[in-house]
Every structure is written in structure tokens, then in C-alpha cells.
């Protein structure tokens, strides 16, 4: 969910700052979108490290 959520975030960003050409503010949706990848990797990553040391 936090990918789309990211992806979202990211295609609204773009729009408003390469096609709308505004700036400013624009700048916290970039900000939030990479924030949600960062935390969707990071909570991946520690899935998977916890189904690894469960199959051991």
C-alpha cells in the first residue's frame, strides 16, 4: 500500500512541477513520496529477515 501510495505522491509531484510549472511547497510531496519508499524498503527488508530466521 505505501508503494502506491509513494508512486502517487511521485506522479503528483511531477505534474506539478514539470508540467503545471509550480514550485514551492511541491517540493514536501517529493519530500513525503520518497519517504513512503524509504519506509516501505526498510519494512521489507525486515520481513523478509524475519521469515529467513523463521525457516532456519
Sequence with gaps: MLWFTGSLILVIWFV???????SGMVHVALFAALTL????FAQDRRTREYERSLKK
Design 37 to 40: 519508499f524509504v519506509i516501505q
Design 16 to 22: 506539478l512541477k514539470f508540467l503545471l510549472h509550480k
